[in-house]
């Protein structure tokens, strides 16, 4: 299996990083603007506890921003160390996408990040305020340029290739190209409702010890409150994303439904073994007609099916397929979670439901399973193209031997590892030592550790 | 006016990102020389107040890295995708050190007894991310082997005895760097140390300066041209001058323990090696074949780009000046 092809390493390493990367941004999003949100609850009411619990949370942030900005530095040069004639060929359009995100979003986060973690008693509060929505607004402002330089490689516009290398033609067209408005807006909400279900699971799990509970209703409360209405709200974005790829990547859907044949009134696919080779599925379990009004939302509507490619150019369906019903199971996990939720908090037992708050706690992780998830459906859903019709993945690869390739895989794979465990460890702990219920002022100069207050309630 | 464009935008472009460079190489010098120090720090007390010294800036310093690498993607394409497979492992090696070294702001202080792990990942990667980084500026002096527009030498063609020593020369322009930023920013104790290693470490950098001078030339006869052929030796005179200038007025800041010249005149160093090397490379950005025209993206996407940077990096350099005016004074950034 591993004769050390060059393509294949060097797809499980951008794979491999790239999804470590994903994590962090998918929770800094959501929670730099909930950082923002409270820091406005806070100066507008003067309650305390709002302060209290952004300060807890901006902690938990500063661990998992820290560990997106340096796995992100690895992505700005991933380009070229493993897909050089990507670089070569598509850096006339990649290039000023990525060079705008670091001038209009890297910068702005980087800047005032500091002034956000660390100048709670420096600098007025009018100004703390609008650091930490510089960083909220960055994150967003990030997120619109790299999601656009994704979805121009899977639907592109706007340019013309002059000579084997691709050209602008046209900047809006290529910006806002087909795919992109769909996908911002879902990884958008994505990144909100990962959040949201940190936030609410660990305010859950408070409510659960009964401690810091003041606090915890306000997370979970807070995160109900939008769980409950985006969730719902994301499976019809996701619904109309999926119609724009039926138009533009229609193997895409084809390898994610498992759809061999092209027909009208095609079955929707609950279970299958999608088999490559022998181009059928084992296993399947189908409700008949149902697929064709999902996919195009009309009874008889025709979808193309893998075999009307050829092999070569058609993705394998097998990670595509299990990865979407990963996705969608996730999805509507979290619907169900919302409108039980706002269900209880309408009766008025939300905080003591104790099932419930059981459930939130074992979901906390769930918006970035189904992140993954999704992203597996894309990226593995659009090959054998890394631009779409214009240039293959294997064409694209840097001339790196295949060892050099491994080496670095295993280098990354052992640091990120280590790293993870220990930002996982360290953000565990502050999650257990909880919110500071009163203010830690006076101002101290030195940072003397072995002072550092541990929580007033000790460790569970 | 649009014919002369192909010719007018990569140098703008070339200026653009030589800045960057610069301004990379003085931010992420004196933090990445913080971590080559760390390990040598008299004590607990001195280690901690030099992470916190940096510890709002690190993110930002770092950043002009990223600009780096997608500012040359995107104005030199060609460039990035010849520079980034032929440093494949050293760079790597560079990245992970980074990793280490930026999670170890965060994860050192949520650390109680495994804080001696995040100090050595510092220390660490700092070194490694400093040293690679001297590697790399060595490897563009000896030059690339390209055929038809891709790397075609081996992993391991960086790795020279003259790559090695430049690593090693800008370490310790590094950690120049850090004694200055620590002569402004430290406690007495904290200074007093670092005059004295700033004196070691400026007659390291003395030596390197000298070293590099000879070797360069007589490595490459068309560099050894530029500088002493007749005309040039005296419009050039002025970058050795200077340069020696400038090492002399550190020691002498050094020997009367002023608070800002150290560090200010360690830039000026930097910048005069910097501008040396310029020298010794233009016009090319991937050495001895590719020139930067050779390497340009389009007009259309470097012009795309301009209209972006012009307004932007002004707004950039002022935030980035307000985040340090802001936080200049503040020592304890620890309790977070």
Redesign the interface.
């Known amino acids: 299996m591993f004769d050390l092809d060059p393509v294949m390493l060097a797809r499980i390493q951008f794979a491999f990083t790239v999804s470590f990367h994903i994590l962090f941004p998918a929770f800094t999003i959501g929670l730099s603007m909930w950082l923002f949100v409270l820091e406005c609850l806070w100066l507008r009411t003067g309650k305390p506890i709002y302060l209290d619990t952004a300060?807890h949370w901006?902690?938990i942030f500063?661990?998992s921003?820290?560990?997106g900005?340096?796995?992100?530095?690895?992505m700005?040069?991933e380009?070229?160390?493993n897909w050089?004639?990507l670089?070569?060929e598509?850096?006339?359009?990649?290039?000023?996408l990525?060079?705008?995100?670091?001038?209009?979003a890297?910068?702005?986060?980087?800047?005032?990040?500091?002034?956000m973690?660390?100048?709670w008693n420096?600098?007025p509060k009018g100004?703390h305020l609008l650091a930490t929505g510089a960083v909220a607004f960055g994150t967003l402002i990030s997120a619109f340029w790299i999601l656009s330089a994704n979805s121009w490689m899977q639907t592109p516009a706007g340019y013309e290739v002059i000579d084997g290398?691709l050209?602008?033609k046209d900047?809006v067209e290529l910006i806002f190209n087909p795919s992109f408005p769909y996908r911002f807006a879902h990884m958008v909400t994505a990144a909100y409702l990962t959040t949201a279900f940190c936030v609410g699971g660990i305010g859950a799990w408070y409510l659960l010890r009964n401690r810091s509970v003041p606090h915890g209703k306000i997370m979970l409360g807070m995160a109900l409150s939008l769980i409950v209405w985006m969730a719902p709200m994301q499976l019809v974005i996701g619904d109309l994303h999926g119609l724009n790829t039926l138009e533009h990547q229609p193997a895409k859907v084809a390898a994610l439904e498992a759809h061999w044949e092209t027909g009208s009134g095609i079955p929707l696919i609950l279970f299958a073994i999608p088999d490559n080779e022998a181009e059928e599925n084992h296993f399947e379990v189908a409700i008949p007609g149902l697929g064709s009004l999902i996919l195009t939302h009309e009874w008889d509507g025709e979808v193309r099916g893998l075999k009307s490619w050829a092999k070569e150019d058609r993705p394998n369906p097998i990670i595509p397929f299990f990865a979407f019903r990963l996705m969608v199971g996730c999805g509507m996990i979290m619907i169900a979670l919302g409108f039980i939720g706002a269900f209880l908090w309408f009766r008025g037992t939300l905080f003591t439901t104790r099932w419930y708050l059981r459930s939130m706690v074992i979901c906390w992780p769930i918006g970035f399973v189904a992140v993954l998830a999704g992203w597996f459906v894309t990226e593995v859903g659009r090959q054998p193209w890394v631009v779409y019709n214009i240039l293959r993945t294997e064409d694209a690869v840097?001339?790196?031997?295949g060892?050099?390739v491994l080496?670095?895989l295993i280098?990354?794979v052992v640091?990120?590892f280590f790293?993870f465990g220990?930002?996982m460890y360290?953000m565990a702990?502050?999650v257990r030592r909880g919110p500071d219920e009163t203010p830690?002022e006076p101002?101290?100069?030195?940072?003397d550790?072995s002072r550092?207050p541990m929580a007033a309630s000790g460790n569970p | 006016m649009s014919e002369y464009l192909p010719v007018i935008l990569p140098l703008v472009w070339a200026v653009i990102l030589a800045i960057g460079v610069l301004i990379y190489v003085v931010l992420d010098g004196f933090d990445l020389g913080l971590g080559v120090l760390f390990p040598f720090a008299p004590n607990h007390?001195c280690r901690?107040a030099m992470m916190?010294s940096v510890?709002?800036?690190w993110?930002?310093n770092?950043?002009w890295?990223?600009?780096g690498?997608?500012?040359l993607?995107?104005?030199f394409?060609?460039a990035?995708?010849?520079?980034?497979?032929a440093l494949?492992?050293p760079?790597?090696?560079m990245?992970?050190g980074?990793?280490?070294r930026?999670?170890a702001?965060?994860?050192r202080?949520?650390?109680?007894t495994?804080?001696w792990m995040w100090d050595w990942a510092f220390a660490g990667g700092s070194t490694l991310a400093a040293f690679v980084q001297g590697a790399a500026i060595g490897c563009f002096i000896q030059g690339f082997e390209i055929k038809d527009?891709?790397?075609?030498g081996?992993?391991f063609d960086w790795l020279t005895p003259f790559v090695i020593v430049t690593g090693v020369a800008l370490v310790a322009g590094y950690v120049l760097l850090a004694c200055g930023w620590l002569i402004m920013k430290g406690d007495d104790e904290l200074r007093d140390w670092a005059y004295d290693i700033g004196k070691k470490a400026l007659i390291a950098v003395a030596a390197f300066i000298l070293i590099f001078s000879i070797w360069t030339p007589l490595m490459h006869d068309e560099i050894a041209e530029r500088w002493f052929s007749l005309g040039n030796m005296v419009m050039l005179s002025p970058v050795p001058i200077l340069t020696a200038l400038s090492v002399v007025g550190v020691w002498y800041a050094l020997e009367k323990r002023w608070t800002y010249v150290p560090f200010l005149l360690s830039i000026v160093i930097f910048l005069l090696c910097y501008t040396g090397l310029i020298v010794s490379l233009f016009p090319f950005i991937i050495p001895p074949d590719i020139t930067i025209w050779d390497a340009a993206?389009?007009p259309?996407?470097q012009l795309?780009?301009l209209y972006?940077?012009i307004p932007?990096?002004p707004i950039?350099l002022g935030?980035?000046a307000?985040?340090y005016y802001?936080?200049w004074h503040?020592?304890?950034?620890?309790?977070?």
Not at chain 1, 90 to 96: A, D, E, F, T, V
């Open positions: 300060k901006s902690k500063a661990v921003f820290g560990m900005v340096v796995s992100g530095i690895v700005s040069y380009f070229g160390t050089s004639v670089s070569r598509g850096g006339n359009i990649l290039g000023p990525l060079s705008y995100e670091v001038l209009t890297f910068f702005l986060e980087a800047g005032f990040l500091g002034i973690l660390f100048g420096h600098v100004v290398v050209h602008a900047w840097s001339p790196v031997p060892g050099s080496t670095t280098l990354f640091v990120y790293i220990a930002g360290y702990k502050l830690p101002d101290e100069d030195e940072v550790l550092r | 007390r901690d916190n510890a709002p800036y993110d930002g770092e950043t890295l990223v600009l690498g997608g500012g993607l995107a104005a394409p060609l990035y995708s010849l520079l980034l497979p494949y492992l760079l790597i090696l990245l992970c980074l990793i280490l930026g999670v702001f965060e994860f202080y949520k650390a109680e495994s804080r527009n891709a790397y075609a081996g992993a993206a389009a259309k996407s795309f780009m972006g940077a932007l990096v950039i935030y980035t307000y985040s802001s936080m503040v020592k304890d950034h620890g309790y977070h």
